[in-house]
């Protein structure tokens, strides 16, 4: 059974950073593009980032470019979010999801439970 | 980017009754590049449809989707209790993705 367990959000000042993690279990995790979805409290939700099998295809939302950075190490079937520069509008839950096809655009078939993030001072 | 409007914001139903929910795309979604998605209050999303149509794994199959182009329909036939729930439908034809604002279907 596919599992994927986030942490590392929490509470932190605006400007400060996290680093978030994904626990991936289950499936063959260098199978699978894998990806980063947030959801603001009582909000939609928003395609963060994305990555490919192999890291060699990654992909930000313009709202987080240059601001965080997405890794994954397959040896640890887990995937990594460093969120820096952080700012009252990124407080949200973060989702970590599989993504079909392993490389590009595409849609989320498994998804963690979330992190929730909480940027204030 | 293509946005993607869903309607009607909150659809009330009693259950055994049938939903139909729409998305609407800003522009055309290239092969049907289009999910849909189920989320309860307390929950990560589920993915219920991809492909515009093809139901993912374990998805009953009250739940239906169809659509091209511009304009996508979740259809559930009879509605369960544990369908209400809010919907999302998500294109995967252009970077980047995006997902609509969402469907909440309750109980009337």
């Known amino acids: 059974e596919v599992h994927l367990v986030e942490s590392g959000g929490g509470l932190v000042q605006p400007g400060r950073s996290l680093r978030l993690s994904c626990a991936a279990s289950g499936f063959t995790f260098d199978n699978y593009g894998m990806h980063w979805v947030r959801q603001a409290p009582g909000k939609g939700l928003e395609w963060v980032s994305g990555?490919?099998?192999?890291?060699?295809?990654?992909g930000y939302a313009d709202s987080v470019k240059g601001r965080f950075t997405i890794s994954r190490d397959n040896a640890k079937n887990s995937l990594y979010l460093q969120v820096n520069s952080l700012r009252a509008e990124d407080t949200a839950f973060y989702y970590c999801a599989r993504g079909i096809p392993a490389i590009g655009i595409g849609y989320f078939d498994y998804w963690g439970q979330g992190t929730l993030v909480t940027v204030s001072s | 980017e293509i946005v993607l409007t869903q309607s009607p914001g909150t659809l009330p139903l009693s259950p055994g009754e049938r939903a139909t929910l729409s998305c609407r795309a800003s522009q055309s979604v290239s092969s049907s590049y289009l999910a849909w998605y189920q989320q309860k209050p307390g929950q990560a999303p589920r993915l219920l449809i991809y492909g515009a149509s093809s139901r993912a794994t374990g998805i009953p199959d009250r739940f239906s989707g169809s659509g091209s182009g511009t304009d996508f329909t979740l259809t559930i036939s009879r509605l369960e209790p544990e369908d209400f729930a809010v919907y999302y439908c998500?294109?995967?034809?252009?970077?980047?993705?995006?997902f609509g604002q969402g469907t909440k279907v309750e109980i009337k």
């Open positions: 998500q294109q995967y034809g252009i970077s980047p993705r995006t």
């Open positions: 990555i490919s099998w192999n890291s060699g295809s990654i």
